[in-house]
């Protein structure tokens, strides 16, 4: 196999489902060395089988509780001490809540920052001399809420805006020793975390589920869906050496659903 990511090592959190997981296959695929990181052992088992029956390297995977520091230490230090290095750091981790605001309690915006900012946060801070070293990438996988409020999703995009402006402010960080942050602000994306937001909009609205997904659907003008592997071809285009020009840059993959020029 002929390609710049083989052999290298490459961490993704969120990985056993959805967006990370297809991440994860994406770069197996391409020969790397992957660790998948999430909370669930069996989900991560189920998607290493998966990754590996394609005929890819079967990834590491490592259960742990991201939204604590001692379960992202447990990423660093099974990475640290099986391959000695981290080339590309994925942090894809979060199912923040929507739902109307007055029924979304503090607990679920404690935990809404806890995984998908804070996880990011400490991952980073971790890996950040082994990605200095290998010179790598981090991609950071947030949301179109970073850029279009939603009254209806006032938790993930409050995390999502936070988790863009600590992109762009470790970016700057990241030009002084050689290592690349970017951003990826996915769109409605064929996951099980979208039919969850869906029957979570559609509690708050009295709608059905179906007619919640429709309705979103057409709101923001979708020939369909977005689908993990239009994410993934995108964190493999900024992991390599062609992108290494593009920092600390927010990219949106949703079929034009942002209205905005930002």
């Not at 297809?22 to 998948?36: K, P, W, Y």
């Not at 894809?92 to 605001?101: D, I």
């Not at 950040?128 to 279009?148: D, E, K, S, Y």
Request: with cysteine.
């Amino acid at each position: 196999m002929t390609s710049e990511f083989a052999g290298k090592v490459v961490v993704v959190t969120g990985g056993s489902r959805g967006i990370g997981r297809g991440i994860g296959a994406a770069f197996a695929a391409e020969g790397a060395h992957t660790v998948l990181a999430a909370s669930s052992q069996a989900n991560l088992e189920a998607a290493a089988d998966a990754i590996a029956h394609g005929g890819s390297i079967r990834p590491d995977i490592c259960a742990a509780d991201l939204r604590r520091e001692d379960g992202c230490k447990r990423v660093f230090d099974l990475v640290s001490e099986r391959h000695g290095r981290c080339d590309i750091l994925v942090n894809s981790a979060g199912a923040t809540r929507a739902g109307a605001f007055l029924d979304l309690s503090a607990d679920a915006w404690q935990d809404g920052f806890a995984l998908k900012l804070f996880g990011c946060v400490n991952l980073c801070r971790l890996f950040w001399p082994l990605l200095a070293t290998a010179r790598g990438h981090v991609v950071n996988i947030i949301g179109g809420a970073a850029r279009t409020p939603d009254p209806a999703f006032l938790i993930g995009g409050s995390v999502n805006a936070a988790m863009h402006n600590f992109t762009k402010g470790l970016a700057g960080l990241g030009k002084r020793v050689g290592v690349n942050v970017n951003a990826i602000l996915p769109g409605l994306t064929e996951t099980e975390r979208v039919e969850q937001l869906f029957k979570q909009r559609a509690e708050a609205s009295g709608k059905s589920i179906e007619q919640e997904r429709a309705s979103q659907i057409a709101a923001e003008g979708l020939a369909r869906l977005g689908k993990p592997e239009d994410v993934a071809a995108l964190v493999l285009f900024l992991s390599s050496e062609r992108a290494r020009h593009i920092q600390g840059t927010a990219i949106a993959v949703d079929g034009g659903a942002t209205p905005g020029v930002y």
